[in-house]
Each structure stands twice: as structure tokens, then as C-alpha cells.
């Protein structure tokens, strides 16, 4: 069922697992929302004049601005009735899908970005594809022309050298075995019999390590280097990464966003 909320605007950098996380629960609450997706860096130049902070997600809302993506989880879980809810009401089952949350966010959003980026930077082309697949026409144009430098700025803000990707990668590994242990009972999800906040985090953060076919901004095909593609390939065969995509499979609803750049004419 669709729920009108004209004013919803949802600032992201389209391909951002964590900006996924929240497009996700946007779109299953079935909430109305404009998406206006940026190149890296680029970003900021709508984040801080909306009164967020440097990062995405950034939720504009009457309320005022949500600027994590736990906070915009909560705020269209506000929207859906119990038996839905992502964040369960029954105190035991919300305190453990909080847990898993909080470490999620902490722990795998972080490895995911900074491996994924040390395997996709490999290829300065495929990094200008990369990093302007997202944003309007002006900025992918800029992008493609500071591609080189923007880089550079990312490789030492996010830190993509060979320990702290190893450690990355450790930590990774970590949290997938965690998973799978949790899931060798044969449940179904991580957290009681239904889909919760701890499922779609974990799905959202891991979804572009998996390539996950329904994740909500897809890395084109064009950007993905054989390290990705082969990185992707060994996740995809755990039983954590199958875990995630089946829970893409068979619980992403379709991206409700308007005004997109991958769907709005003039960009490239």
C-alpha cells in the first residue's frame, strides 16, 4: 500500500550500502520519497545546506533531517503495523535485533566499503565508471574529469591500504562466520520466525560484495574489476552470503524512488 509523504527526500550516493539499507525500508513501508542520488564527494554540497552531517544516508522530513540510517529504518518502521515491524515490539527480540544492528553498522558496513574499494580501485577507468555512475548529468561529467584526484582523496580518508584491508577483509570473515553459526539451527532469519531490522542490515551491507541482482542502485557492470568480481564470487558461496541474497530474493520490494538519476532523462 502506498503512503503519501510528498516532502521525503532521501540524499544518497546511489551505489552506497548503507544509503541501500535505508532506500530498503523506505520501500517496503511503501512510503512516497524523492531520491536525490550524488557523485561522491559531491554530496556534501547537499548534505551540510540540509542540515546533515558530511555523510550518507540524509532523510529530509518535516520532522527534520535523520542522518543515520538506523534512525531512517525506525522512521518508516513508525509507518507499519506490529506483525511488520522491523524492530520487534516483545523487549528480548528488540534488544537482540538492536545488538545485531549496532555491530553490523560498526563492524561489516565498514569492511564491506574499504574492501570493496581496495578491489574496484585497481583500474582508474573502471573507477571513473564507478564513481560516476550516480548523481546527475553535471556532476558524473565533473567526475570524469576529477576522477584521478577523487581517488586519491578516498584512498587516504577511507584508509585503502594493504594492512587495514587485510584487516577489513579479517573482520569481514568474522561477521559472515558469526552469521553462519547463528543460521546452522536452520532458522530462517537471525532473530525470532520473521524478517527483522538485523536481516535487512545485514543484506543492505553486504550487498555489494554479493552483487546482490536486486540491490536498489546496482554498480554497473562496466565498473566491476575481475578482483570484484572474483571477491564477490567467494562471498556469494558462503552460506552467509547465500543468506543475504535470498533474504534480496525474497524480501526486496521494488525502489519506490522518484527522481532518480538512473531513472530521470539528461544523465550521463
Not at 532521501?10 to 524523492?34: M, N, Q
Not at 563492524?107 to 571513473?128: E, I, N, Q, S
Amino acid at each position: 500500500m502506498s503512503r503519501s509523504h510528498p516532502t521525503l527526500r532521501l540524499i544518497t550516493i546511489g551505489f552506497s550500502h548503507y544509503c541501500e539499507k535505508a532506500r530498503w525500508a523506505l520501500d517496503r513501508a511503501g512510503l512516497e520519497y524523492v531520491e536525490a542520488d550524488h557523485v561522491p564527494l559531491f554530496h556534501f554540497a547537499a548534505t551540510l545546506p540540509a542540515g546533515a552531517k558530511r555523510t550518507v544516508p540524509a532523510l529530509a522530513t518535516p520532522r527534520g533531517v535523520l542522518c543515520e540510517s538506523t534512525d531512517i529504518v525506525r522512521f518508516a518502521d513508525e509507518t507499519l503495523p506490529a506483525a511488520r515491524k522491523l524492530f520487534p515490539e516483545e523487549p528480548p527480540l528488540r534488544a537482540e535485533v538492536e545488538r545485531l544492528v549496532a555491530r553490523f553498522d560498526a563492524l561489516l558496513g565498514p569492511a564491506v566499503r574499504r574492501v570493496a574499494y581496495w578491489h574496484m580501485f585497481t583500474d582508474r577507468g573502471k573507477t571513473r565508471e564507478l564513481l560516476t555512475s550516480t548523481g546527475p548529468a553535471w556532476e558524473r561529467r565533473l567526475g570524469r574529469l576529477l576522477a584521478v584526484p577523487m581517488q586519491a582523496m578516498m584512498i587516504r580518508g577511507l584508509k585503502l591500504y594493504p594492512e587495514p584491508t587485510a584487516r577489513a577483509q579479517a573482520r569481514l570473515d568474522e561477521i559472515f562466520d558469526e552469521v553462519a553459526q547463528t543460521l546452522a539451527d536452520g532458522r530462517r532469519y537471525l532473530v525470532g520466525d520473521r524478517f527483522t531490522a538485523a536481516d535487512l542490515t545485514f543484506a543492505a551491507l553486504c550487498g555489494p560484495a554479493l552483487i546482490a541482482p536486486q540491490y536498489g542502485f546496482p554498480v554497473p557492470p562496466q565498473a566491476l574489476t575481475p578482483a570484484t568480481v572474483n571477491w564477490a564470487s567467494r562471498l556469494r558461496s558462503s552460506p552467509a552470503g547465500a543468506f543475504a541474497l535470498r533474504l534480496f530474493a525474497e524480501e526486496r520490494p521494488p525502489v519506490r524512488a522518484q527522481g532518480r538519476s538512473d531513472v530521470s532523462p539528461g544523465t550521463g
